[in-house]
């Protein structure tokens, strides 16, 4: 059924269009030929093809479109007829002898166009006939098309300050007049919509017609059914509000007219343009009319009335949209007062603040059936205009967000995405405006907003956060602060309870990988309020559950093993033992407290990144060493010993996977190869596990590449105390034998003696400590090693090996060039045959 009025709508369109254009050529033709009275006449059948009543608005605006290009060239030749000596004053009495009165009345706005172009008589004489005679047109949409046609061939002709139609007898004041009862009838017209019930109403022709019509269309309401056909009284107000909807934009010019005349300023915008334009009662008109004001005048204008602009709210029908006029309104309030700073005192002198203030108060009390998302869109929007007006004034921004806890503490957690989206746009609200988030933790209420978001949404306002932080590299240099900022955090550290258990494991990765970065991002000159900065941060994060402490751990850490360093520095200018200090911020709370945080990671379990993160800080009393040479060994030793036996344990006990052996036993070497703080009989101790966890790893040849690299804990370059030339050969010999036996069990396995790679590695060994100077290395053992190399490369159950044929030519290349060097080196090579 709406598909064949929609068909049967076009036909009717199409139906006019022709007629319009058929007259229009037959008037073309006068025009030509000078016809004055042929033009009127065809000008006047084609323009009641407008007198249609079957069109809506959008159809009928299609229309109407063709009908006023015709009526410019109508104008044109009217102007043209005056020039040549045809007296305008007969012209606009003789226009008024069409027989039509819609017809009649475009011909009488066109003529009085030229009429007050040709100023034979005042502008404003002619206006005000204009504007009477058109209320001839009743019908609302045939109405409004009509003054929108007179408002539209008037608006240059107006008696503005200024304007060549000002005069003694022509002033402002009837421009303004003018356009107001233009748009005051419009709107009369436009309200009327919502009343229409069907178009064969505007087709009545006598009043008793009219009154037969109300019976029937009430009888027929009452029974559920529309007058064309079977569509209920619900959809033909849907119908009526959608097709008032599309008009708006008619009467909303009349106000575009009035802000772009000169003289209307500020005090006859006050006394006479606002108080008209709110006058309005109907609920469709009321909120359109409220949006035009605020975008059409001047910010000063709004600035200087808002008392009359916020006493007008309460006046407003329940169904309007309020929260979006006001909102509105401080949008444009808030640009002017960004726009310069000149402007400032203007909102302290009408005290702008308090009277929004008060008047969202009053709305949001007085509408009790407003939305969340409402009161909420109201405070974010006054929050945003105090933090323009007022940047300074942090207790105005506090007072805000009070209220708006005040409102959400009535609705306990929100489950409104549009209300949560507005929370988040209230909480970004001070991040951007100061850039620091310092700034806004100093605001009580903030945090407590917060806690009315739902958890992912919590998560995502916490993201925000430390992306701002990020951005604008805001340090936080104080424990209260770190501690006020991760309370804001909870979402991001901690699971909390209701929390979704399938999340997307990307995003929970990004989400404590910024985490990370914010801890990383923490500082304080200050040693005593660092260390209580990085107390702060751990109490946090060690709520945060196995999955987040990888994450979060490891940037404490490093945080802590800065300040340790710092703290050694500082001690070395003042000649102090950093070690052995009691006070309240020293090293040794503070790897106290390394060891209980990488503890707490190893439970998880997290044990290969615990290990890493033991060996990473058995490493700072080493470098405390060089920092601190006054240092007693007992102060350094004790407690890199007691990281090493962590990271041992967790070996031993935690670390199962071979690869994961392979990789954290060569960290262990390279960390203890490194370490200069061990006693004899520490470092023996250590030494001795690490060679027994080598010859345990499950692969021969991560056995061989284990135990040869253990030859680096015996021969140390630069300490002379650490260079025992002959367990180096035992380490060399041993991982020998665990090649061949390697080659061995290949053999057995797979019929060949598999790779000699690991020889090839083996003779490198020999060789840089042969040139370090160990004497237990002899140019006999490495003669043996090559040739043994060569005969295994030769044989014929050796496979080919491209990597292993490469680097033995790479050893090779490099024993002829330390030959040809000169010198000593070149004397200690020359024995070695190639």
């Known amino acids: 059924m709406i598909a064949d009025g929609v068909e049967n709508e076009e036909k009717w369109l199409a139906a006019g269009i022709a007629g319009l254009q058929q007259n229009a050529f037959y008037m073309h033709r006068a025009l030509d030929s000078n016809n004055l009275r042929d033009a009127l006449k065809y000008s006047a059948q084609m323009l009641s093809e407008l007198r249609t009543s079957k069109l809506s608005p959008h159809k009928y605006y299609e229309l109407y479109m063709r009908a006023f290009d015709e009526l410019r060239k109508l104008e044109m030749f009217f102007k043209e007829e005056a020039r040549r000596g045809c007296s305008i004053i007969d012209l606009y009495e003789l226009v008024q002898h069409a027989g039509n009165i819609l017809p009649r009345l475009y011909l009488l706005c066109t003529v009085g166009s030229v009429y007050i172009k040709s100023k034979e008589a005042p502008a404003k004489d002619v206006l005000k006939d204009l504007v009477e005679m058109c209320r001839g047109i009743q019908h609302p949409v045939r109405g409004l098309f009509l003054r929108s046609y007179l408002s539209q061939v008037s608006r240059d002709k107006l008696p503005d300050i200024g304007s060549e139609y000002e005069g003694d007898a022509d002033t402002v004041v009837d421009a303004v007049e003018f356009v107001l009862q233009n748009f005051t009838e419009m709107n009369k017209l436009w309200v009327r919509m919502q009343h229409q019930v069907g178009h064969d109403f505007w087709s009545c022709r006598s009043y008793s017609a009219y009154e037969s019509f109300i019976l029937l269309a009430d009888h027929e309401l009452r029974l559920g059914i529309g007058l064309s056909g079977l569509q209920g009284p619900a959809r033909e107000k849907e119908k009526r509000e959608k097709e008032r909807s599309e008009l708006r934009d008619l009467v909303g010019k009349n106000l575009h007219v009035l802000s772009q005349i000169e003289g209307v300023d500020l005090d006859m915008y006050k006394d006479t343009v606002l108080p008209r334009v709110v006058n309005c009662k109907d609920e469709i008109a009321q909120f359109y009319l409220m949006d035009c004001i605020i975008q059409v005048f001047p910010d000063e204008y709004h600035l200087q009335t808002l008392e009359i602009l916020l006493g007008a709210c309460p006046q407003l029908q329940p169904s309007v949209d309020i929260k979006t006029v006001l909102s509105r309104l401080m949008e444009r309030l808030s640009n002017y007062a960004a726009s310069s700073a000149e402007v400032l005192p203007e909102f302290l002198q009408v005290e702008a603040f308090s009277k929004l203030n008060n008047a969202i108060g009053k709305v949001i009390e007085a509408q009790v059936d407003m939305p969340i998302f409402g009161a909420v869109t109201l ?147 200050d040693q005593e309020e660092m260390f209580q900065i990085i107390c702060a941060v751990k109490k946090h994060i060690m709520t945060g559950g196995p999955k987040r402490l990888p994450f979060t751990v490891p940037p404490l850490i490093f945080l802590s093993l800065k300040l340790v360093r710092r703290l050694q520095g500082s001690s070395q200018d003042q000649e102090e033992n950093p070690f052995g200090d009691d006070s309240s911020t020293s090293p040794k709370k503070i790897f106290q407290l390394l060891n209980q945080t990488i ?82 009989e520490n470092r023996d101790t250590l030494t001795h596990k690490a060679t027994g966890y080598s010859a345990k790893l499950l692969k021969k040849p991560d056995q061989c590449r284990a135990v040869y690299g253990c030859a680096h804990l015996f021969w140390v ?61 002899t140019v006999a053992a490495i003669q043996s090693l090559i040739e043994l190399i060569t005969t295994e490369m030769q044989s014929e159950n050796s496979p080919p090996d491209p990597a292993a044929d490469a680097f033995l030519a790479s050893t090779l290349r490099y024993l002829q060039f330390q030959k040809q060097k000169g010198g000593a080196i070149s004397e200690k090579y020359e024995a070695i045959k190639v």
Not at 466 to 477: P, V
Not at 615 to 627: K, S
Not at 746 to 769: D, M, P, Q
């Open 717 to 777: 370059d630069d300490q002379d105390n650490m260079k025992d030339g002959e367990r180096v050969l035992i380490c060399l010999k041993r991982a020998l034998r665990i090649a061949n036996a390697a080659q061995q069990m290949s053999n057995a396995a797979r019929g060949n003696t598999g790779s000699v790679l690991l020889f090839v590695e083996i003779l490198n060994k020999y060789l840089y400590f042969y040139e370090k100077g160990n004497p237990q290395i």
């Open 379 to 525: 405070y974010s929007s006054l929050l945003t205009f105090t933090l323009h007006v007022h940047p300074d004034r942090l207790d105005y921004a506090d007072q805000v967000l009070g209220a708006c806890v005040k409102k959400l503490s009535s609705k306990g957690k929100l489950d409104d995405s549009k209300a949560t989206k507005q929370i988040v746009a209230l909480l970004s609200a001070p991040l951007e405006k100061y850039n620091d988030i310092v700034t806004a933790l100093k605001l009580s209420n903030y945090p407590r907003v917060m806690e009315y978001l739902d958890i992912e949404t919590n998560k995502i306002m916490a993201t925000v956060i430390i992306q701002s932080i990020m951005k604008n590299n805001t340090h936080i240099s104080t424990a209260d602060k770190v501690e006020a900022l991760f309370e804001l955090m909870t979402g991001l550290i901690k699971d909390l309870d209701g929390a979704e258990e399938e999340v997307d494991e990307d995003d929970f990765k990004e989400e404590q990988n910024s985490v990370a970065r914010l801890i990383q991002m923490l500082y304080n000159d």
């Open 599 to 680: 503890e707490a990671l190893s439970i998880v379990p997290a044990p290969e990144l615990a290990l890493r993160l033991y060996l990473q800080c058995a490493e700072v009393p080493e470098l405390g060493t060089a920092v601190y040479l006054a240092a007693n060994d007992s102060d350094l030793e004790p407690v890199a010993y007691e990281f090493f036996t962590q990271a041992y344990i967790l070996y031993e006990e935690e670390v199962s996977d071979s690869k994961a052996q392979v990789t954290a036993l060569h960290l262990i070497i390279g960390t203890l190869q490194r370490m200069h703080v061990f006693g004899v």
